[in-house]
């Protein structure tokens, strides 16, 4: 395809066309440009679209069209046609770079997303000169050039939070930090000082702490594998900005939306993920540190509200604490009693919470519920940061931990018997309190395997969890009902084998409920059950106690599964 108009305003038609409801229109469309993708100056072609169309719409059509094709094609696979010329390939990585700073932010993000595809293939050794190219541009003054930059860098550094060490990534990591760590630190403390200057101008004030935020993620992503030389060495002036900013608190930028976190919660939950990162993995260096920011973030949470928007920053600043008491050099931090009690009054027992967005959540989006609690990608959630903060508490206080919060889950469990249809979120924070303080060590295939001895889970199990699966009304309480079911789920592996007999029939009961939640969790928990092995064996016990073979024993939970599947 040569570089002319005709070409251009062809390509201009097709790329419109491919935007139209119609499928008689958009389906030719797609597939004329998929064939003639393969010819030689087609994404030069894209780029000058891109660049000098006068239709923002096709503009950005352009660019998601653009990325799409590198994403497709840029990788070269050994033994395979080359899908990009070399010329083109050479114009391209000659020509991204300002084209994406000089574009809109709508633009800029899919060139960025562009830019760091193409550098996972290429940088450094095919692409030498790509951050020079960056590191000039913090020079000009213009965040909007700035943040470009910024998050093309950490579309491209972040890999580095999880891939595996080698020789070569380490040639690779020292190479960035050589060209690229002392320009961000000195761009850290010129916008730092510039969020001073303009202290009271909201609109130069979000353009920088969106900067704040994505240096901060630099950081993250350039001290993940190792503490590098040049941040042991300019750790003070880090530390104290870090901190600084932790403590915070510009009206300005507080926003009255409680469902979307602001710039201001983005940026100090990610320094409480940097803070985390040194306290684990860099304890001895970063210790003159930590008490000021325990005490910061100790009071970030006691202070932050229940909204959503919150979630992150909780979730961050207590998986902070979690990993500060499971180090043997903070130990002296937690030992005094009153401390522990504290942190199960303000920090634990407040974010275990059901709050009115769980709720929702479990009614209206039972889906992202279940995932988010039964298959465990809760992971940024209070409620798992609370459970881990418990485990982490347990590692050295086990004793003293189980007896602090034994007090509160019977102060729970009898508000919740003075009023069953008002208080019944205090017995849902009492079972996941009593799981979290319970759960030592635990497996996919066998629920928790290794268990506080101090909680009495078959106690436990016969006072409180027994009563809610043996309702003769399976609709009334689902959340509780759910927890009940979960309880069996986890603790299956410690449970006795005649409780776990008496909870079969229990839980098949459930499959008929109208929560979309229990259901599913009862059908899941007697998948778990029936695929036990091991002493507590619930499909052995089944099958002995019913005189069955294994092969009936396999029939029997077949019939299970296709009767929860008619049911739902």
Avoid at 197 to 209: E, M, Q, R, S
Avoid at 265 to 283: F, M, P, T
Avoid at 367 to 390: H, K
């Amino acid at each position: 395809m040569e570089l002319n108009d005709r070409n251009l305003q062809t390509l201009t038609e097709y790329l419109q066309k491919t935007l139209s409801p119609d499928p008689a229109v958009r389906r030719p469309a797609e597939k004329f440009l998929e064939s003639v993708e393969g010819n030689q100056n087609y994404p030069i072609l894209l780029l000058t679209v891109l660049e000098k169309s006068q239709d923002e719409v096709i503009r950005v059509c352009a660019a998601v069209t653009f990325k799409n094709y590198i994403k497709r094609n840029w990788r070269v696979v050994e033994d395979e046609l080359n899908k990009i010329s070399d010329p083109d390939r050479t114009a391209i990585k000659a020509n991204i770079v300002n084209l994406m700073l000089s574009s809109p932010e709508q633009i800029q993000k899919q060139l960025s997303d562009a830019i760091s595809i193409i550098g996972r293939e290429d940088f450094p050794q095919k692409w030498p000169d790509l951050l020079t190219e960056m590191v000039t541009r913090f020079q000009s003054g213009d965040f909007h050039v700035i943040n470009g930059i910024l998050r093309t860098a950490h579309s491209l550094f972040k890999r580095y939070r999880h891939e595996f060490k080698s020789n070569e990534l380490w040639s690779e990591i020292k190479l960035v930090l050589d060209t690229f760590a002392q320009p961000l630190t000195e761009l850290f403390k010129a916008t730092i000082d510039l969020c001073q200057t303009h202290a009271t101008d909201i609109n130069a004030l979000k353009v920088l702490f969106s900067s704040l935020a994505l240096i901060s993620k630099l950081f993250y992503s350039l001290n993940f594998q190792d503490l590098p030389e040049f941040f042991e060495d300019n750790m003070e002036t880090w530390m104290t900005n870090f901190h600084n900013l932790l403590t915070l608190d510009n009206k300005l930028l507080q926003t009255d939306d409680e469902e979307e976190a602001g710039l201001l919660e983005l940026l100090k939950s990610q320094i409480c993920d940097n803070a985390a990162l040194y306290a684990q993995k860099y304890d001895e260096e970063f210790q003159p540190y930590l008490p000021r920011f325990v005490t910061a973030i100790w009071n970030l949470l006691v202070t932050t509200g229940q909204e959503v928007k919150y979630d992150l920053l909780v979730s961050n600043a207590i998986q902070f604490l979690a990993s500060v008491c499971e180090r043997p050099h903070y130990k002296h931090l937690f030992e005094d009693q009153n401390v522990l009690t504290s942190i199960c009054e303000k920090v634990i027992v407040p974010n275990m919470e059901f709050r009115s967005a769980d709720e929702e959540a479990f009614e209206d989006n039972s889906e992202e519920y279940i995932i988010r609690d039964l298959e465990g990608s809760d992971i940024d959630t209070r409620r798992r940061a609370a459970c881990d903060l418990v485990r982490g508490l347990c590692k050295f206080f086990e004793g003293p931990v189980t007896g602090i919060f034994s007090g509160y889950v019977n102060s729970m469990l009898t508000e919740y018997a003075k009023n069953p249809g008002v208080n019944w979120k205090h017995k849902d924070a009492a079972i996941y309190l009593v799981t979290s303080l319970a759960s030592k060590a635990q497996t996919q295939k066998h629920g928790i395997t290794q268990a506080n001895e101090l909680v009495n889970l078959s106690e436990f199990f016969v006072n409180h969890i027994l009563v809610d699966l043996k309702s003769p009304n399976v609709n009334e309480f689902p959340v509780l009902k759910a927890d009940a079911i979960k309880y069996v789920m986890t603790f299956r592996s410690q449970l006795p084998k005649e409780q776990l007999l008496e909870s079969v029939p229990l839980l098949v009961a459930h499959l008929q409920a109208e929560s979309i939640v229990q259901h599913t969790y009862a059908a899941h928990a007697l998948e778990r059950l029936f695929t036990m092995r091991g002493a507590n064996n619930a499909t052995l016990c089944f099958a002995k106690q019913k005189n069955l073979s294994n092969v009936s024993c396999c029939l029997s939970f077949t019939m299970f599964c296709l009767f929860a599947v008619l049911l739902l």
